[in-house]
Each structure stands twice: as C-alpha cells, then as structure tokens.
C-alpha cells in the first residue's frame, strides 16, 4: 500500500546523492577527450570521427553526444584539456628549474621538448583544419588566445624583471611562434641538424631579448635608487 502526505499526495521519492553519477560523468568526458587527442595524433584530422573516438573511449556516439554538442565542440573541448595539462606541466617543471644556473636555457629546453612531442601534434592538426572549417576556427579562437595568455602569465611568474619590460609579452609570443614553426616544419621533414641550428636561432633570439630588457629595467632601478 503507498503512503501518502496529509493533502493526499503520494510522497516525493528521497534524493540520491549524486555524486558517483558526477564522478562518472567526469570520468567519461575525461576519457573521451584523451581518446580525441590520441585519434588525433595517430590518425589525423581527417580520420579522426566521433565513431572512432567512442570506439576508443568505450562510450556510444548518443553517450559521446551527450557531453559534446558536435564534432566541433568535442575538438575544442580537447585542445583546452590538452592545453590546460601542458600548463600545468609547464608549473611543475619550472619549478624545478627555479634554482638552475641558467633558467632561460633550461625553459627554452623544456618548451621545445613539449613542443618536438607527440601530443601536442594534436593541435597542430586541429590548427591546419581550422583554416578551412570556420566552426572549428571559431571554437578554437578562444581557446587558443586564452592558452596563450596563460603562458604569459606562467612565464613572468618565473622571468618577473624582464617581464617588467613592456615588450616582454610579445617576446614570449614570439618564442613560442618560432618554436611551433620550426616543430611544423619537423612533422613533415625531419631534419636534426636543421632543427638544432633552428633552436640555436631561438635561443640567441631570445637572450638578446631578454638582456635588453633586463639590461634597461637594471637601468630603471638604478636611477630610481639614485633619486631615492
């Protein structure tokens, strides 16, 4: 026999937690996004389908659809939980490298290193496709200009007197540019010695840079010493 409440009505049923449907919620958009990433790099742009990313992933395309509007937004939705792990490894590394004798060396070190590996090819292609595909341009656009502010921002956190400079901003885009080129340009004509002689052009670069600007916030400091 049901229950019912004073007016009459059968009771509402009792709230389930629903925090182990959130946890595989997380879970699965989890693993959807790194089998894009892996489809990506091993198949390319054009092969990449959301059929082969839910084979990979283990999930239905009305699963997969669920958390993803459509192809674009699910390419989006990747390249930002791609960009957002670099980050978070670009932190954890430079920490490490806070005490090195020459940071800037061992940080142009480790961007090319992110830059030469396998996932990040991953955007590349997205980078490549977005030229023809304005939906996919339009969802990456933000993305991409929010990854590169938060590479700014990592960067003047660990380089904070050059990042005192106006032009360090548009320095640090400039390494990052010439570093994605010269890694472009690997993907199809792998050339050691060529890229070697392209990272030494970065590094020089990018000293001359940064002795300027330390040289003239050294300046700065200096007459502001002299006044005090």
């Known amino acids: 026999m049901s229950r019912t409440t004073s007016e009459g009505r059968a009771p509402l049923p009792e709230a389930k937690s629903q925090r182990p449907q959130q946890a595989r919620a997380v879970a699965t958009r989890k693993a959807i996004l790194n089998a ?3 489809a ?4 390319g742009y ?6 082969a990313i839910g084979q990979r992933a ?6 997969l659809f669920k958390h993803f509007q459509d192809k674009a937004e699910l390419m989006g939705a990747a390249t930002e939980h791609l960009f957002d792990g670099l980050v978070r490894s670009y932190r ?20 090319w290193g992110v830059f030469t590996d396998g996932p990040l090819q991953a955007a590349f292609e997205l980078y490549v496709a977005a030229r023809t595909d304005p939906a996919l341009r339009a969802t990456l656009s933000p993305v991409l200009t929010q990854h590169r502010e938060n590479v700014r921002v990592e960067a003047a956190l660990f380089f904070p007197e050059a990042a005192k400079h106006p032009d360090f901003r ?14 472009l340009s690997g993907m199809v004509l792998p050339q050691p010695r060529s890229s070697q ?3 030494a052009f970065i590094r020089r670069a990018a000293r001359a840079e940064f002795a300027r600007a330390l040289g003239q916030w050294a300046a700065s400091a200096a007459l502001m010493e002299e006044r005090s």
């Open 40 to 43: 990506l790099v091993e198949l």
């Open 170 to 183: 548009s320095t640090i885009d400039g390494v990052m540019a010439a570093m994605q080129g010269a890694a």
């Open 197 to 199: 002689g392209e990272l």
């Open 92 to 111: 954890d590394t430079f920490l490490r490298i806070t005490q090195a004798p020459d940071r800037l060396e061992a940080a142009i070190e480790l961007l």
């Open 36 to 38: 894009t990433l892996e």
């Open 46 to 51: 054009a092969r990449t389908t959301t059929a």
């Open 58 to 63: 283990g999930v239905s395309q009305g699963a």
